[in-house]
């Protein structure tokens, strides 16, 4: 019997590292591509060709031509914005139908859990978590609360369940006193679940482990980041769903034994949207300058990123509850023109150096920074590695002797062609 194997590509900071680009780049090795946890908060952005996509439920390897692109049962959809994404794709010439399969056992994004968001954090007032209002945390919560609807129910007596749904939602609402109008938005909602019928909606747990069994190769993409993830990002101001290697396997239904590589993706600094703690946050000319030149603003939502320098503490952790096995640096290139790059290596929490990631990030946290010198070289057309200038080289040996891990590839600029894979 010829297993097939199963590899994670996952982000390592707080989302924004660049996964849409990678997954483009690395799916012509694969035969799947599945996205395992998230919802439509998540933007992974690719250019190639002179077009630029935004995917925010589509895994990325859909662009591939041939290849079977699975929404898995751990991501949670809202049938209009599917419906809005996938009919740009095909206005653009990429044939989906065939190539997208929908878990039956994905969670739907109801209009109501939307205004339920807005509700929720309208009554947080300046304890805001700063969600993308999307609808993702309410929908979440009703599936471990077991009042969640499914994919898999448009297809048997959907009529009820989702007026059964609505109503319980109306009720917490009334109880709220939050005023809101879901005509419009509901019925194109509706539409969308229309919509969602025409794609094979499927046992996804049952078809990946055929592909492995048939000797295929699956690469799981994640959304957001590991410092997101409800258990051990920096609560409570995280996502609603496991974001780390595991959530592969309960996002899919794939045993921890079918894992191969993990590939850790980060940015050769660090960006963060919302609120929370973030230690090396730079509130000066130097953190404007990082967020114009890496254009750092949301891929769904416009939001200026918080911006600062590489943070290998938190990297360090990431790395240690992914169990990364490889590692990729997006947007070397921002930091080209820069005369000093600095790293945290270590935190000073009440007077004490600490060298890993605590409880509490909160509050006293104080960055210790090593300091390298820059490259003020302009990387953009490089197409090779033997090409980098020394200091560059110098920073990439410094980020793998501190994270003990492989740096594999490097992203020089956002075209599909700005890779350089290391020997």
């Known amino acids: 019997m010829n297993n097939g194997k199963v590899d994670v590509l996952l982000g390592l900071q707080w989302g924004d590292e660049g996964k849409g680009k990678v997954v483009d780049v690395l799916t012509p090795q694969y035969d799947v591509v599945a996205r395992f946890q998230g919802g439509p908060n998540a933007g992974h952005t690719l250019e190639f060709e002179g077009q630029k996509y935004v995917l925010r439920s589509i ?107 609505k109503a319980r939602h109306e009720a917490i609402l009334k109880s709220l006193d939050f005023d809101y109008d879901i005509a419009e938005v509901e019925k194109k909602w509706l539409e969308g679940v229309e919509y969602l019928r025409q794609f094979p909606i499927v046992d996804s747990e049952h078809e990946i482990n055929a592909f492995l069994k048939s000797g295929k190769s699956v690469l799981c993409e994640g959304a957001q980041g590991t410092m997101l993830d409800v258990d051990f990002g920096s609560y409570p101001f995280v996502t609603s769903s496991n974001t780390i290697c595991a959530g592969a396997c309960t996002g899919l239904g794939i045993g921890p034994n079918k894992i191969g590589d993990v590939y850790g993706i980060m940015k050769a600094y660090c960006t963060r949207v919302g609120a929370g703690p973030f230690p090396t946050e730079l509130f000066d000319e ?100 033997e090409q980098f200038p020394t200091q560059f080289k110098d920073y990439i040996a410094f980020l793998e002797e501190q994270l003990e891990t492989p740096i594999k590839i490097i992203s020089i600029g956002p075209d599909r062609a700005q890779t350089i894979v290391r020997k």
Request: hydrophobic share 35%.
């Open 286 to 385: 130097t953190g404007k300058r990082i967020r114009d030149l890496g254009h750092e603003y949301g891929a769904v939502t416009g939001r200026e990123r918080r911006c600062g320098w590489i943070d290998l503490v938190a990297l360090r952790y990431s790395i240690m509850v992914n169990g990364v096995t490889q590692l990729i640096m997006m947007k070397s290139d921002v930091l080209d023109g820069f005369d000093t790059i600095k790293a945290c290596v270590a935190y000073k929490q009440n007077g004490q150096e600490i060298d890993y990631f605590p409880y509490n990030i909160e509050e006293g946290i104080e960055p210790v920074y090593r300091e390298l010198p820059g490259w003020k070289t302009d990387m953009t057309q490089f197409t090779s590695e």
């Open 59 to 165: 895994p990325s390897g859909i662009f591939q031509g041939g290849k079977v692109n699975i929404i898995g049962n751990g991501v949670v959809l809202a049938p209009d914005l599917f419906m809005d994404e996938a009919k740009a794709l095909e206005a653009s010439g990429h044939e989906l139908r065939s190539r997208l399969h929908i878990s039956k056992k994905a969670h739907l994004i109801m209009p109501t859990h939307r205004v339920l968001d807005a509700a929720y954090e309208a009554q947080k007032g300046k304890n805001k978590v700063g969600t993308t209002g999307k609808g993702i945390g309410p929908t979440y919560t009703d599936k471990v609360s077991r009042n969640g609807l499914r994919v898999g129910d448009i297809l048997e007596n959907f009529p009820e369940k989702y007026a059964a749904a």
